[in-house]
């Protein structure tokens, strides 16, 4: 995940297409007449064109639940998503096997709603030929006169998408998720072997996606291996599928022996409605320095009979209070593990990961106390494309309550010491491409107080 950056617009034809969009079909469900919505923009890292056939999830964060879509980009790669009086709000954006997400907006920043305007007032909005590159509509040098007069300033929402180093390949799962009593396809389930796909706030990988209205899913990099010479094949992890309301589904497809299948399409996941009898419940404590943190969303993940990996169960999240505990109930039997502070920049680290949880039916479990730092954030204005050789480059972070120094990593490797929030580095021997870098800070009896998530910086060689 990276931090803030500057966000640029590309030129006038791409923004008159994306306002034509809105006339148009193709641009996903439009919200009801009156309704709040949100516009999401998404635009490759490296020319600022627009990425288009990538679908959008609005989550609400406190609930883990969806709000709205899945949406998939239009041509101008936009897209609208209807918003209501929910918690904070975040977006998952599954790229496919393409794309990743560089930079979102919702990681350090709440998400920009267009309030009480109808999206018929779009349609009488023309780009004057004096547009520039713009950060949003709202910003954008427009004359009234080529405004309808109920017009108010259209905001938007900019997601910044790079290829994938490793774009997504063989093999590939396709299929349909349904209601296992009814046989109708189910949207807004969630397919993964990541960990933690909902509730981040961020890219899916390449083996993540949520269905559609017709339940559909497609994901890639599924891990399939032979038997020594016997041409027996085995999944080696299980796509965990979730959605609210049911049967979180550990599932294993089994190749036909002898055949090696790069392509698997059909597949049918069946998800059971639950039930009266799923009433199980879990608790734990959220501390930080030994006191309570109050006030933290932690997630809930189901663990596969394997123990191969968790994902984030949609509609599972609770917020602990001011004793720093959570509750969880209305589960059904199995395994299950707890992640405090699983959204990004919600001020929480926590690196240690929770023991799974085993719950009987009706069970009660206890996930004991758990133990997360202060979340350090990149302020505005780090840079973002260090573009010559010995570059000197200066990075800046948030504080953190009682630190006494921070350390500052390059790739793993300690470069720079600080006693306060800033340091400045001699890049000489940064190699093109993604590096990594990160802040740690200690108290001054040495021990560790914050930490700053997985942030990433590109490097580009001047030609």
Not at 68 to 76: E, H, I, L, Y
């Amino acid at each position: 995940m990276t931090g803030r950056r500057s966000l640029r617009r590309f030129l006038l034809p791409g923004m008159v297409a994306a306002l034509l969009c809105y006339t148009a079909s193709g641009c996903g469900d439009d919200p009801r007449p009156g309704a709040d919505f949100i516009i999401v923009n998404l635009e490759a890292e490296s020319t600022r064109l627009p990425v288009p056939g990538v679908k959008v999830l609005l989550m609400d964060a406190s609930t883990n639940l969806p709000v709205a879509g899945p949406v998939v980009s239009d041509g101008a790669g936009r897209c609208l998503l209807e918003t209501t009086e929910a918690g904070p709000l975040r977006l998952i954006v599954c790229g496919g096997a393409l794309w990743a997400v560089h930079w979102q907006p919702d990681w350090y920043m709440p998400l920009r709603t267009n309030h009480g305007q109808s999206t018929g007032d779009l349609r009488g909005l023309t780009a004057p030929a004096s547009i520039a590159s713009t950060a949003n509509l709202s910003t954008a040098n427009m004359s009234t006169s080529n405004m309808s007069t109920s017009l108010a300033p259209a905001v938007e929402n900019t997601v910044v998408l790079r290829l994938r180093g490793s774009p997504g390949g063989l093999p590939r799962f396709s299929g349909t998720v349904v209601d296992s009593e009814t046989g109708l396809p189910l949207a807004q389930a969630f397919v993964s072997l990541s960990p933690w796909t909902t509730g981040y706030g961020g890219g899916a990988a390449v083996s993540d996606d949520v269905t559609g209205p017709d339940g559909a899913f497609a994901v890639h990099d599924i891990p399939v291996a032979m038997i020594g010479d016997t041409g027996v094949g085995f999944q080696v992890l299980p796509l965990i599928v979730s959605r609210a309301g049911y049967h979180t589904a550990h599932f294993v497809h089994t190749p036909p022996s002898g055949i090696d299948h790069p392509e698997v399409s059909g597949l049918i996941i069946e998800l059971t409605p639950l039930g009266a009898a799923d009433n199980g419940t879990l608790t734990g404590r959220i501390l930080r320095a030994g006191v309570p943190v109050g006030g933290l969303v932690v997630g809930l993940g189901s663990v596969s009979s394997a123990a191969k990996g968790a994902v984030g169960i949609a509609g599972r999240a609770a917020l602990t209070g001011a004793d720093g505990r959570f509750d969880f109930s209305g589960l059904p039997a199995g395994a299950y593990v707890v992640h405090p502070g699983f959204l990004v920049g919600d001020g929480a680290w926590f690196g240690g990961g929770a023991p799974a949880v085993d719950l009987a039916p009706g069970g009660a479990g206890d996930a004991g106390d758990l133990v997360v730092l202060h979340e350090i954030a990149p302020v505005f204005g780090n840079p973002h494309d260090v573009a010559w050789a010995d570059s000197i480059v200066t990075f800046r972070w948030t504080p953190v309550p009682g630190a006494a120094r921070y350390g500052w990593f390059l790739d793993g490797e300690l470069l720079a010491e600080s006693a306060v929030e800033t340091v400045t580095v001699n890049l000489s021997a940064l190699a093109p491409g993604l590096h990594a870098w990160q802040a740690s800070a200690v108290d001054a009896a040495d021990l560790a107080v914050g930490v700053m998530q997985n942030d990433a910086w590109f490097r580009r060689e001047v030609p």
